[in-house]
């Protein structure tokens, strides 16, 4: 066995499958009567699914705000401008209704409506940190992507500083999330894509992780699985409920491994490149840096390289460990491709000339000491260079 010892921690109350988004009502009210709903602005297409789940809480006598500011990486201010409507509406407990970004909004704004100062004061390598006053937290995904339904990870960004980082406390994992595969289906294919390639990621980077076990390589490796068989289907006929619904539990499975696993070098270069440029995606600052990421890593753990290239490829399983780890780099290419996620900086507006800034803010955060190759500056830089097209 990998490990004789080993933790594994997931308090959150996960209710999975279609339909079950009808059940928000009797899921919240236990943790309180007073809610914040959090989400994105009401654009058409949410706005059925918005009332569906405002007449739900109602029903359930549950009255609630609805702070709709969310923002694709979200910023300090806005974590802030919807701590002030927690505040004001004297909310017992926060609904994160979306993606990513929305459910990690609300994990901040329950750190921030109950807290001194505001949540960039309590990311994770802060002397203060949340504590039990953190209002309970509710999740519902609407994507299949970060896995924050299942996490006590908030990601943050601040505009001032160019910085995009993180609060990181038992506090913020939600206490029951729904997670419901009709909510997907309406999910544009870049989109789709995007998030799912987090989903690959989250389980890829969990499964390399020094820090994993025995626990977190099964569900990451089911993920993989899952995203490897389905996540194509998914991008190219969003409106496949079977391929939404394997994505939707692959990014869960992901969520419940990096909770425990933690991720690793191309998560904390996706960081800091969304983190200087919101302007790109998570997916795309992770998908444009994992082909040279692969091929700088694969010789160092190169039979759970190779394990994973034979979920891609069957006929690897001929093939020893270390060749099939190589060839696993190029098997692996071939998915980012089939999914559209194949990209440069220069496609992300990343110029050239500022890879060398983009290096050093890659290492801000200890994602990379956590790969199997530790990279140094330079070879983060290389890296970055090798994501270009020229």
């Not at 594994?8 to 914040?36: A, M, N």
């Not at 909510?183 to 389980?203: K, N, Q, R, W, Y």
């Not at 500022?354 to 290389?382: G, T």
């Amino acid at each position: 066995m990998k490990k004789s010892k080993f933790n594994y921690y997931q308090p959150t109350d996960i209710r999975f499958g279609k339909g079950r988004v009808d059940e928000i009502g009797q899921v919240i009210s236990p943790w309180g009567k007073r809610c914040l709903l959090v989400t994105v602005p009401v654009f058409p297409e949410f706005e059925p699914l918005f009332a569906k789940v405002k007449a739900a809480l109602k029903d359930s006598d549950v009255d609630a705000a609805h702070f709709d500011g969310v923002i694709p990486n979200p910023t300090t201010a806005v974590v802030s401008a919807g701590a002030r409507m927690a505040q004001e509406h004297r909310a017992d407990v926060v609904l994160g209704l979306g993606g990513g970004s929305s459910m990690d909004t609300a994990k901040a704004i329950a750190v921030e409506a109950t807290h001194d100062g505001t949540s960039w004061d309590y990311l994770f390598y802060r002397d203060k940190q949340p504590t039990e006053k953190t209002l309970p937290v509710i999740a519902v995904s609407t994507t299949s992507g970060t896995g924050s339904q299942v996490t006590q990870v908030a990601v943050v960004t601040n505009p001032e500083d160019k910085d995009k980082s993180a609060l990181y406390h038992p506090a913020l994992y939600p206490k029951a999330s729904i997670v419901d595969p009709e909510l997907m289906l309406t999910v544009p294919e870049h989109i789709t894509a995007s998030t799912g390639f987090d989903v690959f990621a989250h389980a890829f980077e969990s499964y390399i992780n020094p820090n994993g076990s025995p626990y977190t390589d099964m569900t990451a490796l089911e993920a993989i699985r899952l995203a490897a068989a389905h996540l194509p289907t998914a991008v190219k006929n969003g409106s496949d409920l079977e391929a939404r619904s394997f994505m939707a539990w692959a990014d869960t499975l992901a969520g419940l491994s990096i909770a425990n696993a933690g991720v690793t070098l191309p998560h904390g270069i996706g960081m800091a490149v969304s983190g200087i440029y919101p302007h790109v995606m998570h997916g795309e600052a992770l998908a444009v840096v994992y082909p040279a990421i692969l091929r700088y890593s694969h010789r160092h753990a190169s039979a759970k390289f190779a394990a994973v290239g034979r979920i891609f490829e069957p006929a690897l399983a001929e093939v020893p460990d270390e060749e099939a780890a190589e060839m696993a780099c190029g098997v692996l290419e071939g998915f980012i491709r089939t999914i559209g996620m194949d990209t440069c900086f220069e496609d992300l507006d990343v110029p050239k000339e500022e890879l060398a800034d983009l290096a050093r803010a890659s290492m801000v955060l200890p994602d990379y000491k956590n790969h199997p190759r530790v990279a140094d500056r330079d070879e983060i830089l290389a890296i970055l260079t090798r994501s270009c097209r020229t």
